[in-house]
């Protein structure tokens, strides 16, 4: 008998995805693993137990966990799961640990050596193994969608004998993988693109995917990506620089999505609550970043908002989830890619090296204590703060004309980076 690997049913009613795919139980089985996955684990992402079963899975209950060596999910288990886990075990999963101090503590305290995969390091080895980027190019083609769906017009031009339909505008507010799918999915649907980001970086990325590049792009703009890829937070002089520029430009949207996210900081406020009265009766606006506490002044978790002025923003939670069954096959292939790494391919046993980059960055428990290094100071009875607050507006009110944009790019940060198919090596988060 080889070790097991558990696959439990996701407890959460707004979590339809699977940490395993049949393909990726046969390759589970590949590495001498033995794989156990839950009844009805599934079901929501259109893989029956049946599937898993010919795959060489066993099909079990959520007691089996306790004999469990390696657990994987797609949420952080919670203080009941975690109870029924044997100390020692390896799991792996999206933890979502900032600000859930408690959280991070209890998975110390249950003496589980816990991986938080959206950790996963910017690195070629690990591209395989990136989830906030598989998941965040679903959640941007789903955002397109939602908003076709709220949208009561066509998206494309269309030229009849009885006239011409204009094609909707759409606006992307952050390019990363998200943005990048968006613009490539609203493109597809015969929209008009323009998409605005901080980073230099994404200004070829955009234009090379047929849609118009928009941003004060001074000195400071320049310098505003941080070594890993991530936008930094911006001046006060260049968020009402940049709002100049947006804010007029929102008036005239018929579709916006924002997709910026900051790790371990609340959303940045991207559009405020006059720049939504500005936009036509019938507009909608998308919020992916909703669920960390949103870029949209108005946007309600869960929810789909209309204004006064008849605006829909649309909030749902858990975006990628929308697509359960294909986010679920390429979640499984990122836990697949890593926990292979985690395997000695002589003795079929979990071999965790510690040394290992890709262990350092992801593992947050391990031996009964929180090991990495941005939460060690939790304890067992921690400080906690909320999931999401109010973020401070990054682009604030215009209160000035537009600046004009300079023609220049930072044509060496952008090298080498301008197709989207290297999505996966973009920045993280859902930007």
Same mark, same amino acid.
């Given at each position: $008998?080889?070790?097991?690997?558990?696959?439990?049913?996701?407890?959460?009613?707004?979590? !339809?995805?699977?940490?395993?795919?049949?393909?990726?139980?046969?390759?589970?089985?590949?590495?001498?693993?033995?794989?156990?996955?839950?009844?009805?684990? #599934?079901?929501?992402?259109?893989?029956?137990?049946?599937?898993?079963?010919?795959?060489?899975?066993?099909?079990?209950?959520?007691?089996?966990?306790?004999?469990?060596?390696?657990?994987?999910?797609?949420?952080?288990?919670?203080?009941?799961?975690?109870?029924?886990?044997?100390? #020692?075990?390896?799991?792996?999963?999206?933890?979502?640990?900032?600000?859930?101090?408690?959280?991070?503590?209890?998975?110390?305290?249950?003496?589980?050596?816990?991986?938080? $995969?959206?950790?996963?390091?910017?690195?070629?080895?690990?591209?395989?193994?990136?989830?906030?980027?598989?998941?965040?190019?679903?959640?941007?083609?789903?955002?397109?969608?939602?908003?076709?769906?709220?949208?009561?017009?066509?998206?494309?031009?269309?030229?009849?004998?009885?006239?011409?339909?204009?094609?909707?505008?759409?606006?992307? $507010?952050?390019? #990363?993988?998200?943005?990048?799918?968006?613009?490539?999915?609203?493109?597809?649907?015969?929209?008009?693109?323009?998409? *605005?980001?901080?980073?230099?970086?994404?200004?070829?990325?955009?234009?090379?995917? #047929?849609?118009?590049?928009?941003?004060?792009?001074?000195?400071?703009?320049?310098?505003?990506?941080?070594?890993?890829?991530?936008?930094?937070?911006?001046?006060?002089?260049?968020?009402?620089?940049?709002?100049?520029?947006? /804010?007029?430009?929102?008036?005239?949207?018929?579709?916006?999505?924002?997709? %910026?996210?900051?790790?371990?900081?609340?959303?940045?406020?991207?559009?405020?609550?006059?720049?939504?009265?500005?936009?036509?009766?019938?507009?909608?606006?998308?919020?992916?970043?909703?669920?960390?506490?949103?870029?949209?002044?108005?946007?309600?978790?869960?929810?789909?908002?209309?204004? %006064?002025?008849?605006?829909?923003?649309?909030?749902?939670?858990?975006?990628?989830?929308?697509?359960?069954? /294909?986010?679920?096959?390429?979640?499984?292939?990122?836990?697949? %890619?890593?926990?292979?790494?985690?395997?000695?391919? *002589?003795?079929?046993?979990?071999?965790?090296?510690?040394?290992?980059?890709?262990?350092?960055?992801?593992?947050?428990?391990?031996?009964?204590?929180?090991?990495?290094?941005?939460?060690?100071?939790?304890?067992?009875?921690?400080?906690?703060?909320?999931?999401?607050?109010?973020?401070?507006?990054?682009?604030?009110?215009?209160?000035?004309?537009?600046?004009?944009?300079?023609?220049?790019?930072?044509?060496?940060?952008?090298?080498?980076?301008?197709?989207?198919?290297?999505?996966?090596?973009? !920045?993280?988060?859902?930007?």
């Amino acid at each position: $008998m080889g070790q097991m690997v558990f696959i439990p049913r996701e407890l959460d009613a707004n979590e !339809p995805r699977v940490a395993a795919s049949p393909d990726t139980v046969k390759r589970l089985a590949g590495l001498g693993l033995d794989v156990t996955v839950e009844s009805g684990a #599934g079901t929501a992402s259109r893989i029956p137990d049946e599937e898993f079963a010919k795959a060489g899975a066993a099909i079990g209950k959520a007691a089996d966990a306790a004999k469990a060596d390696v657990v994987l999910k797609v949420r952080r288990p919670t203080d009941a799961e975690l109870k029924g886990y044997r100390s #020692g075990a390896a799991v792996i999963a999206i933890m979502d640990p900032y600000g859930n101090d408690a959280a991070v503590a209890a998975l110390a305290k249950a003496g589980v050596t816990a991986f938080s $995969m959206e950790f996963m390091p910017r690195i070629t080895r690990a591209q395989s193994m990136d989830v906030l980027s598989s998941q965040a190019n679903l959640a941007g083609y789903q955002a397109v969608i939602d908003a076709a769906a709220e949208y009561d017009r066509a998206l494309p031009m269309m030229m009849t004998a009885a006239g011409t339909v204009p094609a909707a505008k759409a606006f992307i $507010m952050g390019v #990363g993988v998200a943005g990048l799918q968006a613009i490539a999915t609203a493109r597809r649907l015969g929209a008009v693109v323009t998409a *605005t980001d901080v980073r230099p970086a994404v200004k070829e990325q955009v234009q090379s995917l #047929g849609a118009k590049f928009l941003a004060v792009e001074d000195e400071e703009f320049k310098a505003a990506e941080t070594a890993g890829g991530y936008a930094k937070e911006m001046s006060k002089e260049y968020q009402a620089k940049q709002a100049a520029l947006t /804010s007029e430009h929102i008036a005239k949207q018929d579709i916006v999505i924002t997709t %910026a996210l900051i790790p371990g900081r609340p959303a940045p406020k991207l559009v405020s609550a006059a720049m939504v009265a500005s936009m036509k009766p019938g507009s909608v606006i998308v919020d992916l970043a909703v669920e960390r506490g949103g870029n949209v002044e108005g946007a309600v978790p869960g929810e789909v908002v209309t204004t %006064a002025n008849g605006v829909k923003i649309v909030g749902h939670l858990n975006v990628p989830g929308r697509v359960a069954a /294909s986010a679920s096959l390429l979640y499984a292939r990122n836990l697949f %890619a890593f926990l292979e790494t985690l395997v000695d391919k *002589t003795t079929k046993q979990l071999a965790i090296n510690r040394d290992d980059e890709l262990v350092k960055a992801t593992m947050l428990t391990d031996g009964g204590k929180v090991v990495h290094a941005a939460f060690a100071k939790a304890t067992l009875d921690p400080h906690v703060e909320p999931a999401a607050i109010p973020a401070t507006t990054m682009v604030a009110d215009a209160s000035v004309k537009k600046a004009a944009p300079r023609k220049t790019a930072d044509k060496k940060a952008a090298a080498g980076k301008s197709t989207a198919q290297k999505s996966a090596a973009k !920045p993280k988060g859902i930007a």
